[in-house]
């Protein structure tokens, strides 16, 4: 039996697939998936955004997941196998969050939920002519006894530096329009540190020392963190990985995590404006707080990459003009911005729903650099050219060189030169209006 599981790519601005010759963060999906699947199954994985998908090749299943307006190029590449009288399954956060019915019209079957129990029954009705239309996970799989992830299964020649490890799943906060809050429904959980390790030393040894940790929050549980980081310091690797603020008010946690090897870490801050925070549930993140904390970071050697929303429903026009200072005046070095995107399955996509608020079912708009709602202060065209003009202003030679030159955290050689590197790869999506990021 050949199985190929593929990680669709985004859409650009015009719904054309972005290709790019290296994936710099791999996700763990397909590797994991790979890990649980029995060894009489030949099985390949396959990322679009740097490979092409070989529809005329044989198979005999096909996987596809995805994530926000990835959910459409799923559907387009499970009609193309289809098309071909290949069986499609697809799964993932947007596909379990969504109705099944839209992912049912392209696939023959549909995982909802993590997938790490179901991927395994699933074949073994496939080979006994037996599939079912929808797997529904049946409870969260026992993350203290997840297997080693398939790395060697990955196109190395694809990859840049970093590769994906995961000490966490999920976040415990309630921000409405989170889809990892509703696809984890506000669970947070921790993998036992020596099987971690053990995966640590596999992405070593499968070509680099540089360590994405892909947990949605790993600063959550301070204990946790000080005996995982403690036991990251004689692997003598790299990381990154996001987190919330937090973090700022424990410097003994910042000083240990840069010995661990800690360089960067990405904080949702998502808006300066005290309102906004409010009608997404995110009060606690304090924005009169967001300057002290940042230098209180960079102060221990690690740099801040930041993520914003625009359009949020305390937003007016002042909103562009002050985000924009913002990110400059604390030299932000890899910031994100994304328009509000309401994605289904989250409470602010029921409300905006029942408020008829939205003005858009084209799920391949869900990109985050797109207006698919109506604001509440200002036009959709006026959110829209508003978002576009701070991410020109903000990579032009002139505020890169401003923003970056001026970093004060001790990131050594490599580190500096990849920060470099995304910024300028930021720069050429953003003159494609493509939303940086997104890949």
Known sequence: MKALLIGPTALDYNGRPIKQRKLHLPGLTLPMLAAVTPPEVDIRLLSETVEDIPFDEHWDLVGVTGMGSGIVRAWQIADEFRKRGVTVVQGGIAASLAKSEWSLEHADALVIGEAEDVWPKLLEDFMGNRLQKIYRMEKRPAIDALPLPRYDLMNASKLGVWRPVQATRGCPFTCSYCSITSFFTQSYRKRPIDQVIRDVRAAKRSGSRYIAFIDDNIGVDFDYCAELWEALIPEKIIWMSQCS?????????????????CRLLSFG???VNANSLETVDKVWNRPERYEEAIKAIRKYGIDVSTEM????????DSVFQKTYDFIMDNQITVPRIHIMTPIPGTPLYDELIEKGRMVSDDFGRFSGGQVVYKPLNFSPDELQKGYWRIYDKLFTLQSILQRVGRNRASLGLYMRAFIWGVNFHYRDHVQQRICPGIV
């Open 245 to 261: 603020l937090h973090i700022a008010e424990r410097p003994e946690m910042l000083e240990l995590a840069h010995r661990s090897g």
């Open 269 to 271: 801050i998502e808006t």
């Open 309 to 316: 929303i625009i359009g949020l429903d305390g937003d007016d």
